[in-house]
């Protein structure tokens, strides 16, 4: 699995894409979260990062599939898919590892924003007068909501050759998964509505940004993750037979 894990790593970092994807996560996070006039933390007046959690969700639905895109769609496009499984390693440990790949390209990505809490801490007034607390959970918050997108996108990897389908299909349902479905709530009223909204990840990732880490938002998060893993081993199981 480690094996697997710095390969993809290594390639992944081998290619112009890696830095081009990086780049432009972090110039948009950054010109969003500081400049953009609409968003700006400047012009808004209050040391606390609720602006750049709201918006990185959806940042995340684009970087998120350009990373996972390749990690399967890649071998069966090239046909190396065959040798991978016949490798003296289990399926989850493939999958283990280019999912853990996936997540610490996504870890590594995520790590220069930590400058955006410094800075706030600094520039508030009194110094440090800033959430700490909330800022941590949504940053956990942020990773788990990662790790299913990652989940997703590696599943649907597997079911296609082609990159850009299962980047755009892997957007496609992680926006759904992510606001689609409490969006899809809103038709509905009393029990129903709760049920469906509690369903998709927004309710979930949005209380764990108020600082709160109630464990039923991180089993549930964590679980979502777990389904797609789940459904990716018995994809590339049916491919193996």
């Given at each position: ?48 990062m ?15 599939p ?24 289990s ?63 590696v ?40 049920l ?11 209380s ?24 990716t ?9």
């Open positions: 699995m480690w094996s697997i894990f710095r390969k993809e790593v290594a390639s992944f970092f081998n290619s112009l894409i890696a830095y081009i994807v990086i780049g432009v996560f972090l110039l948009l996070n950054g010109w969003l979260f500081w400049i953009y006039p609409e968003t700006s933390i400047l012009d808004y007046g209050y040391a606390e609720d602006t750049f959690f709201q918006l990185c969700p959806f940042i995340l639905l684009f970087f998120i350009a990373v996972t895109m390749r990690t399967f769609s890649e071998e069966l496009r090239s046909g190396t898919m065959e040798y991978l499984l016949t490798r003296p390693v399926l989850w440990g493939i999958i283990l590892g280019k999912y853990l790949s996936c997540l610490l390209i996504f870890c590594l990505a995520l790590l220069p924003t930590l400058i955006y809490y410094f800075s706030l801490y600094v520039l508030g007034n009194p110094a440090g007068n800033i959430d700490s607390a909330a800022v941590a959970g949504s940053y956990l918050g942020l990773m788990l909501l990662a790790g299913v997108y990652a989940a997703i996108g599943f649907l990897s597997t079911l296609t050759k082609n990159q850009v389908v299962a980047f755009l299909v892997s957007a496609l349902v992680c926006y759904v998964v992510f606001v689609g479905l409490d969006q899809f709530s809103q038709l509905f009223s009393g029990s129903v509505q709760y469906i909204a509690q369903v998709g990840l927004s309710i979930h990732y949005n764990l940004g108020k600082g709160v880490l109630d464990s039923r938002d991180i089993i549930y998060m964590g679980s979502v993750s777990v389904l797609f893993l789940l459904l081993y018995q994809s590339l199981n049916n491919i193996r037979k």
